[in-house]
């Protein structure tokens, strides 16, 4: 009675290497491409907040924060027993973590410019997301 052992071969098991790293490789691009889109969304998002802040911030001062006074003055209302106009106790950040731009006067818009520097965290290149080229998703027309 011979007893016969079956093994897998080295070319059986390279072959599932390179099924495994063919999947790995696709999954991997699957994520990351999602990443960069997630980011983009909240940059957007976290934008249209601090719109709708100065906005309001506008209302009820009949002007938008200078630049000296910056977005942290949405943080709080000076008035008496008035939350901020942000309900957070931070600014948002963009996807990647950054400070938001902000400039006023606007060089770009009237009352103000904001923006994002983007992935590469470098101003004025191409990656910037902006209240001015991106205007129809940052804002409903409103300076």
Known sequence: MSQRVRAFTFIEIMF?????????TMVTTTIIGKGQIVRERTTRTNMATINTALQTFELDYGRFPTSQEGLE??????????????????????GWKQRFQYRAPGEYRIFYDLWSVGPDGQDGT??????????????????
């Open 73 to 94: 003055v949405l943080l709080e209302n000076k008035r008496i027993n008035q939350p901020g106009y942000i309900n957070e106790p931070y600014l948002p950040r963009d």
């Open 16 to 24: 599932v290497v390179v099924i495994i790293g063919l999947l790995a």
């Open 126 to 143: 191409d990656d910037d997301l902006t209240n001015w080229k991106d205007y129809a998703a940052v804002d409903s027309g409103v300076p």
